[in-house]
């Protein structure tokens, strides 16, 4: 029986041992020493982490919480230093491995599964059923009940025992439906899955964060100076908008963080999968992965054992679901090695929605575009550089939703505050940004269906504006608009609608226009050219070139059609 696509396997990082010691400082940095035989030993590391010490077995076997890819270790022999660099000249070979390791699994795949992984993975489809009040129903219920049969569970035990009292009663959100429809939504309501990934999740944050996460939400206060540091540099960010089937963006670029302690990073990494995570669209739809290192020339470390262990734990643990993962890189040495250990360490699950990118800056942009990811708001530029504009804009807001304030003090829950707008929503916001938003791109496929709408008056322009209002209205859409502290508002006012898009009318018509008149304007010109080239080609120039006037008569022009036939 093929293996459930969405069901989290073991991982092979558990296989490896690292006794990497100097990853503590003041900052939480890592110190890359510049002496040859670091690199060296960085060298000797890759090498072991690329050899060939895993047998797979494919045949799955099926348990009572997964189905899970067996492995097995065997001739593990110590491995001399001549050995270690004798394999560093088969590096692509391992490349091929991985590649063949990848093939080998979807294969494995009923083809109604790899297909439908292939579709969410381009954004065609989601494999999110239809919600409805009974199924939120029946899968809370079904929760509660999987939660109560775990004999295990000190995180979720602690919890409980904090949501009882009076001091913690307010802010515990354990039992709320909201934190608990994020692990049904993300394993499909599998009721099973989603409490053995909730469970995780509370230890997770018991072992990043301490145990005031399970009285309360964790927030930007909760960041020491160093870490807020990281937060700040860029290495993990999300896009301001969605792709074009509706799925958050987030990003880990540049040298994705490397260079930080790994408990650190993981703490900022880890906030930014919560946060993705308060949207309920993004809960259905899932949320798409993007690694882009860049060209950068700093940092050049293998992840050590400990930061592998985190980033596995964090991935099977997050309160969403990964739709799909890709690995955008230049074609070298290193960056081929980092790709095999990353596939290497991701378990089966989110292998089957990895997608690794070899290029350079154009020829990767082109490539996302098809997947559907607004290349221009990725955070990186050609040269490497980390953009922050958005980040700084984000972090303000999340910290005027967190405390609940306004900087001029008014309180944040009398005003309407979105931070992502949704994907049918409708945005105004000057500039040309706002046209790969999908719920602009419907928007103006409505003005165009309606462009030939007698509209000289203006009741017959109000006609046609509360038209479309109640269009976007039946699919869910919101009409909203930019506020410069940073963040979307809904509007409310129906006037305000209907002169804003009496204004998208008319600029669609005058834009209809121009065109009309550009196309006539370049066909007059191809006109003209042509006419052009048939004189410059003609032997109108050589005739009566003597000086003599002749003038065709009838008779001439009978006798030579008489001799033509």
């Known amino acids: ?148 049969a775990m004999a295990y569970k000190p995180a979720y035990d602690k919890a409980q025992a904090y949501a009882q009292l009076p001091k913690y009663a307010k802010t515990s959100y354990v039992n709320t439906p909201e934190f608990r429809l994020k692990f049904l939504r993300c394993e499909l309501f599998d009721a099973r899955k989603a409490a053995l990934r909730l469970t995780k999740f509370l230890e997770l944050m018991v072992e990043l964060y301490g145990l005031f996460a399970l009285q309360r939400k964790v927030q930007l206060s909760d960041f020491s100076k160093n870490e807020m540091k990281i937060l700040r540099a860029g290495y993990f960010q999300t896009l301001p908008f969605r792709d074009r089937s509706g799925r958050r963006i987030m990003c880990i670029v540049s040298t994705m963080g490397i260079q930080y302690d790994p408990m650190l990073r993981s703490k900022a990494y880890f906030y930014f999968w919560m946060t993705a995570a308060e949207d309920v669209e993004s809960q259905q739809k899932g949320v798409v992965f993007l690694v882009w290192p860049g060209p950068t020339e700093g940092v050049r470390n293998i992840p050590n054992q400990t930061d592998r262990t985190l980033h596995m734990k964090c991935n099977e643990a997050s309160p969403i679901r990964l739709a799909a993962v890709h690995f955008c890189y230049p074609n070298t040495p290193f960056f081929q090695l980092l790709r095999s250990i990353m596939a290497m360490t991701l378990s089966m699950t989110y292998r089957l929605r990895l997608k690794f990118h070899v290029g350079e800056g154009v020829e990767l942009h082109y490539i996302l575009k098809g997947y559907g990811i607004p290349i221009d708001l990725i955070p990186i530029t050609d040269s490497g550089n980390v953009k922050t504009t958005y980040l700084k804009q984000w972090l303000r807001l999340r910290k005027i939703m967190e405390v609940g304030f306004l900087p001029s003090g008014v309180e944040a829950h009398n005003i309407s505050i979105i931070e992502c707008p949704r994907s049918n929503d409708v945005i105004f916001r000057p500039g040309t940004s706002m046209l790969c938003h999908p719920g602009n791109v419907f928007f103006r496929g409505l003005i165009e269906a309606k462009q030939d709408r007698i509209t000289v008056k203006r009741v017959e322009k109000q006609e046609v504006a509360l038209e479309i209002i109640h269009e976007v209205g039946q699919t869910g859409g919101r009409f909203l608009m930019w506020d410069n502290g940073g963040w979307w508002s809904e509007m409310d006012d129906i006037a305000v609608i209907i002169d804003k898009i009496v204004i998208s009318y008319r600029d669609f018509k005058t834009k209809v226009k121009l065109l009309f008149q550009q196309n006539k304007h370049k066909q007059q010109q191809g006109r003209q050219r042509q006419k052009e080239q048939e004189l410059d080609c003609s032997t109108f120039a050589f005739v009566q070139q003597d000086g003599k006037k002749r003038k065709r008569s009838h008779a001439a022009v009978c006798n030579q059609t008489q001799i033509c036939i």
Not at 5 to 19: H, R
């Open 1 to 148: 029986m093929p293996p459930n696509p969405l069901q989290p396997a073991s991982s092979l990082y558990d296989l490896e041992n690292s006794d990497d010691s100097d990853d503590s400082h003041s900052l939480g940095l890592t110190r890359a020493p510049s002496s040859p035989n670091y690199w060296k030993s960085m060298r000797m590391k890759a090498c072991i982490l690329t050899t060939p010490l895993v047998e797979f077995n494919f045949n799955h076997h099926s348990t009572s919480q997964s189905n899970s890819l067996n492995c097995s270790i065997h001739n593990v022999q110590p491995t001399t230093k001549s050995s270690l660099f004798a394999d560093s000249t088969k590096l692509p070979n391992r490349g091929l491995e991985v590649d063949d390791m990848l093939s080998k699994e979807m294969l494995d795949l009923s083809f109604s599964d790899r297909n439908a992984i292939s579709e969410e993975i381009h954004g065609v489809c989601c494999l999110a059923p239809r919600e409805t009040p009974q199924l939120l129903s029946l899968g809370l219920v079904e929760l509660q009940r999987e939660l109560d």
